[in-house]
């Protein structure tokens, strides 16, 4: 009776693991560390299904739209308006300027979740008056469904705390009141285009096309290092030559050898592809690299 309850017990893991390898092949999160925390996420949804582990892995190979739900457990969204307002400050105050000239500004929101950042770059741009709001095309992307739904309707509960860096005045101005909460603007909801988007794969990736900055903030940190070298080799080729790359305060990719450049900011660091790109070539939906002849 012992023997069979630890053979159990030891399939349990190795199923657990399993699944743990799909999700990371398939989007880059890495709980084969901490396969505790994924059981904790997908307990209720297995329970539901009256599946174990490997039932449940086989349940997604044959039903891929699964995958949208288990994306639904495993992510995490919470974010608010306004999040980390030095590199705002930055991209108003400093890129802007340097796009002055060009007549389409295009900037990618990576993981954006229920649409607060992307929102904020735009009533940020609005505010700067540096270049027309007009001329600015936001690709917002996540590969939540369920997170994009919320985003593409621009509504927050007035008492969510995506507000609670809000100034009162940029509430006023962006926003009006709307039931029990507050709804986006059209003038700047209409610079979005929210898709989703899963950034291991490398169709989604050229979907979006060539872009002057991207922010991608508080996702890194899900991965190993593996997947991180992987997602900013495909951010460095969609990256314009002297384009711009945020990550989140806690993220860095200094000392990965990357053809980044580091900018260090009074309160803020971010990153700029040099003007020059010899090596780089964004080929058909593929990541290949020229060679020099």
């Known amino acids: 009776m012992k023997m069979e309850f630890a053979n159990e017990i030891r399939d349990h893991d190795v199923r657990l693991?399993?699944?743990?390898q799909m999700i990371y092949d398939y989007c880059g999160l890495n709980?084969?560390?901490?396969?505790?925390?994924?059981?904790?996420?997908?307990?209720?949804?297995?329970?539901a299904l009256h599946m174990s582990y490997g039932e449940y892995a086989e349940f997604l190979k044959r039903n891929p739209q699964e995958w949208d739900h288990l994306v639904e457990?495993?992510?995490?969204?919470?974010?608010?308006?306004?999040?980390?307002?030095?590199?705002?400050?930055?991209?108003?105050?400093?890129?802007?300027?340097?796009?002055?000239?060009?007549?389409?500004i295009r900037i990618w929101s990576a993981a954006c979740s229920t649409g607060e950042e992307p929102y904020?770059?735009?009533?940020?741009?609005?505010?700067?008056?540096?270049?027309?709001?007009?001329?600015v095309h936001i690709t917002a992307?996540?590969?939540?469904?369920?997170?994009?739904?919320?985003?593409?309707?621009?509504?927050?509960?007035?008492?969510?705390?995506?507000?609670?860096?809000?100034?009162?005045?940029?509430?006023?101005?962006?926003?009006?009141?709307?039931?029990?909460?507050?709804?986006?603007?059209?003038?700047?909801?209409?610079?979005?285009?929210f898709r989703q988007s899963n950034l291991l794969n490398d169709e989604d990736m050229a979907a979006v096309g060539k872009v002057d900055v991207i922010f991608c903030r508080n996702v890194l940190?899900?991965?190993?290092?593996?997947?991180?070298?992987?997602?900013?080799?495909?951010?460095?080729?969609?990256?314009?030559?002297?384009?711009?790359?945020?990550?989140?305060?806690?993220?860095t990719i200094t000392g990965m050898n990357t053809d980044f450049e580091t900018i260090h900011a009074h309160a803020a660091f971010y990153y700029?592809?040099?003007?020059?790109?010899?090596?780089?070539?964004h080929v058909g939906g593929t990541f290949t690299t020229r060679r020099r002849s």
Not at 31 to 47: E, M, W
Not at 272 to 281: F, L, M, Q
């Open 221 to 251: 940190i899900y991965f190993d290092s593996a997947t991180t070298r992987r997602v900013i080799s495909k951010f460095y080729h969609l990256l314009n030559p002297g384009g711009f790359l945020f990550l989140g305060h806690a993220e």
């Open 73 to 104: 457990l495993i992510t995490n969204n919470e974010t608010y308006f306004f999040r980390e307002e030095s590199q705002l400050h930055e991209l108003s105050n400093v890129i802007l300027p340097q796009f002055r000239n060009k007549t389409c």
């Open 17 to 20: 693991k399993e699944l743990g």
């Open 31 to 47: 709980y084969l560390d901490n396969p505790s925390s994924l059981a904790s996420k997908v307990s209720k949804r297995l329970s």
């Open 272 to 281: 700029r592809k040099r003007n020059t790109d010899p090596e780089g070539c």
């Open 141 to 193: 992307t996540d590969i939540n469904k369920k997170v994009l739904q919320i985003a593409r309707r621009g509504w927050y509960h007035k008492n969510s705390l995506c507000f609670r860096r809000t100034p009162r005045e940029m509430l006023d101005k962006y926003f009006f009141p709307q039931d029990e909460g507050f709804q986006i603007k059209s003038f700047i909801k209409d610079r979005i285009d």
């Open 120 to 135: 904020s770059l735009a009533m940020t741009i609005a505010e700067s008056g540096m270049v027309p709001l007009e001329s």
